[in-house]
């Protein structure tokens, strides 16, 4: 274990476990996150928008595990200036791509359109996460800052420009929309009922689905989001070395863990959990490598899964929109 530690007086064994601790849910989250990718990949759930949002929001928790399971206490140096601007980068991808949900759900249910994907992909890795990422290397603002590299310190003023305060913005931006989106589906299900219009039926069976798959992950990173902040806004506080033990506990523990929790929600999707079965992911696997199409046979139910999530939208044997439920909406560029 590392020799540099400068939290807690110096105590190599509280310095060890915040590590071990940090590596060991960050592998949680490691495999939680290869789940959620090669599920996707494996049952073509890409082909449904709201499940490219979860891939994007996956690929972007993968690789900030990596940035914390690496991260350590290194000396100051090109090497801790790396590993402080990889986990500032992708601490904002997660960040973006996780409001992105949140603001998708809401125009979603309020204006029955997606926004085009190329605003946030430009949004969640290019500007504020790459832009921001790269302003602390004017002045070699990134070092060792407790338990792993970020901001140093002493810079305490970069530490909010860069993030305290976009991040509590975003946060209230976060909570206000996700419980306004929570009350305007909720007050909205009654008039959806005895609907006779067959397209505004197949949108709000559509925005039903989205609401099931998408709903949940902001929540996760809001609950996750606690200690690391309380965490930050006690050192911007306090002078170095009035380090809480119990804060860095928790922090180490729940900062990497995105990845672990958004599998769990993946899971538990009813649509997903019912494709994660042998059956269905030997035939999955046999239409990914096979030239031959796989003919599979659906019982046509009276409930939302009618309209599937996956392949009831997008069928693993076939990807052309004009096959499948969601392509005519599609076809209007939600």
């Known amino acids: 274990m590392s020799t540099n530690c400068t939290l807690f007086g110096g105590d190599e064994h509280k310095c060890s476990v915040i590590i071990g601790l940090k590596r060991g849910f960050g592998t949680l ?8 990718i090669g599920t ?4 073509r759930k890409y082909q449904v928008k709201a499940q490219q949002l979860i891939l994007c929001l996956s690929i972007a928790a993968f690789f900030d595990t990596i940035g914390y399971m690496i991260g350590d206490m290194t000396k100051d140096g090109p090497l801790c200036d790396f590993e402080a601007w990889w986990m500032t980068y992708f601490d904002w991808t997660v960040l973006a791509w996780t409001s992105c949900i949140t603001f ?16 946030f992909h430009f949004v ?5 996460p790459l832009v921001l990422s790269l302003l602390p290397l004017i002045g070699d603002n990134y070092g060792p800052a407790g ?15 860069i993030w305290y305060v976009p991040l509590f913005l975003i946060l209230i931006f976060m909570i206000i929309l996700w419980g306004r989106t929570l009350y305007l589906h909720k007050r909205s299900i009654p008039s959806w009922q005895g609907g006779q219009d067959t397209n505004a039926e197949m949108m709000r069976s559509l925005i039903e689905d989205d609401m099931k798959t998408l709903i949940w992950y902001p929540l996760v990173y809001l609950v996750l989001s606690f200690f690391p902040l309380i965490l930050r806004i006690h050192n911007a506080a306090t002078d170095q070395g009035q380090d809480i033990y119990f804060l860095w506990i928790m922090t180490a523990i729940t900062a990497p863990l995105q990845g672990a929790c958004n599998a769990i929600v ?5 649509e997903t959990k019912s494709k994660l079965t042998w059956l269905h992911i030997r035939m999955a696997w046999a239409s990914r490598f ?14 939302s899964t009618a309209f599937g999530d996956s392949e009831t939208r997008a069928s693993g044997a076939s990807s052309n929109s004009e096959n499948v439920p969601y392509g005519s909406i599609e076809g209007k560029q939600l």
């Open 266 to 270: 993946f899971g538990l999707d009813p």
């Open 290 to 303: 096979s030239q031959k199409d796989v003919i599979q046979e659906y019982t046509v139910e009276n409930d």
């Open 29 to 36: 989250s490691l495999i939680g996150c290869l789940f959620m």
């Open 40 to 43: 996707i990949w494996l049952f």
């Open 147 to 161: 338990a792993w590299c970020w901001i140093k310190h002493d810079s305490v003023a970069w530490r909010f420009v």
């Open 124 to 128: 969640s890795w290019i500007f504020p």
């Open 104 to 119: 998708n759900l809401y125009r979603m249910l309020t204006r029955q359109e997606h926004t085009p994907h190329w605003y």
